[in-house]
């Protein structure tokens, strides 16, 4: 690529002053530097577009509209966003369709029932006997994060109370330019012949909120095909999602009454494979830790505290990131270790720390291994959760 750091005002004006004979008047204010830094401005301007051109002519440095142009060129596009489903409960049966208001505390969404309201046989709430499926009229991850009840639009009888119970299908954000270009460079690098494991990642993680796939080929023989699918926020799926990719890549036949994936190709499939979806099981990571705070730190424990849960939060994404990949080539054999080493070393380099006295990762001083195995919720994923991280100081 052609460096045009350099094409900036000043060198250019430089240069074309350097060009003037010395005889004459170059000095701030005369006649010739005025008309130069006028041209000099303007050729700047066309640098600078041309720069811009430049990167964006590359998958590495294109962004937004211009990478999903270069994207298509090998018949990807960027994943849209997708809107999260809910699980309700009421007092009431909804109809399908039935139109629901959630007041958020900056912004109200609106729900539509799928379906029929199903009665709950054994409910933990007496006044809360129905449960409907639901979806967000707005596409996003937002949604997946609402509490507390919603408000019918729409006349039902009886209803008075409707609350969210849990997501069926998380809802996800457009794809980001580092997602798409991370993409684009496995579809580029990959050699994909109908029905490999590299076909398989790359069909199931362009479903939107699909982050990462590994592929067990011949998991029960020939012709079977395991695929383990993490969400696009490298945590595992929920049982809807599971279904929904389980109808797009290998569906069952309509007439099957154990609803088992068919071998006829009804979905992305080739004819004769029959292809599992799963999901891991997540583990969530528990750490203890003691620290001594340096001497002459400003920092409050609170911000120690804050950053070293930071660091192991992104420590266990990384992880995550990671876990689709084949532990060495040629083989559908998988492996996710998580170094105790490498936790010492992420709290140890927090500022304000000067040392940890003490570390137990899940209940040990010891790497932990997350098995991958060829089988339904037969992977592991670690998973962050807060209350399971226990930091405090300790006096020297």
Do not use: H
Not at 181 to 188: A, I, K, N, P
């Amino acid at each position: 690529m052609i460096d045009f750091s350099s094409k900036t005002f000043e060198n250019i004006l430089s240069d074309m002053l350097s060009r003037v004979d010395d005889g004459l008047n170059k000095r701030d204010g005369s006649l010739i530097k005025t008309s130069l830094a006028a041209a000099a401005w303007a050729i700047e301007g066309i640098y600078l577009n041309l720069s811009y051109l430049q990167n964006q002519a590359f998958p590495k440095t294109a962004i937004g509209e211009n990478l999903d142009y270069i994207a298509a060129t090998v018949g990807l596009e960027r994943k849209e966003a997708t809107k999260a489903q809910w699980y309700l409960l009421s007092n009431a049966p909804m109809p399908d369709g039935t139109i629901l208001l959630y007041s958020g505390s900056e912004t109200s969404y609106y729900f539509d029932t799928i379906g029929e309201s199903e009665t709950i046989t054994d409910p933990d709430d007496p006044n809360l006997t129905f449960r409907t499926l639901a979806e967000c009229d707005t596409a996003g991850s937002m949604a997946n994060d609402f509490t507390g009840s919603l408000q019918s639009i729409d006349f039902v009888q009886d209803l008075t109370s409707v609350v969210l119970d849990y997501v069926a299908i998380p809802g996800s954000d457009e794809e980001t330019d580092e997602s798409l270009r991370t993409r684009y460079f496995q579809e580029v690098g990959a050699v994909e012949f109908g029905g490999n494991i590299s076909s398989y990642q790359t069909f199931i993680k362009s479903i939107g909120g699909v982050g990462a796939v590994q592929v067990y080929p011949t998991w029960k023989g020939p012709g079977t095909v395991l695929c383990a699918v993490l969400s696009d926020e490298l945590v595992p799926i929920t049982n809807d999602k599971i279904e929904e990719i389980q109808n797009i890549v290998c569906p069952p036949d309509a007439d099957d009454p154990d609803e088992l994936p068919s071998e006829n190709g009804y979905g992305m499939a080739p004819i004769g494979a029959v292809v599992t979806i799963t999901t891991p099981v997540a583990q969530p990571v528990s750490l203890v830790v003691e620290f001594i705070k340096a001497q002459g730190s400003t920092r409050t424990d609170d911000e120690i505290i804050k950053d070293m849960k930071a660091g192991i939060r992104e420590y266990i994404l990384q992880l995550c990131s990671n876990w689709e990949k084949l532990s060495r080539f040629n083989s559908a054999s998988y492996s996710l270790i998580m170094y105790y080493n490498k936790v010492i070393g992420i709290l140890s380099s927090v500022d304000g720390v000067e040392v940890i006295t003490e570390c137990m990762l899940n209940g040990e001083s010891a790497n932990t291994v997350y098995p991958q195995t060829a089988s339904e919720r037969g992977q592991k994923v670690p998973t962050y959760d807060d209350s399971l991280i226990d930091i405090t100081e300790v006096e020297q």
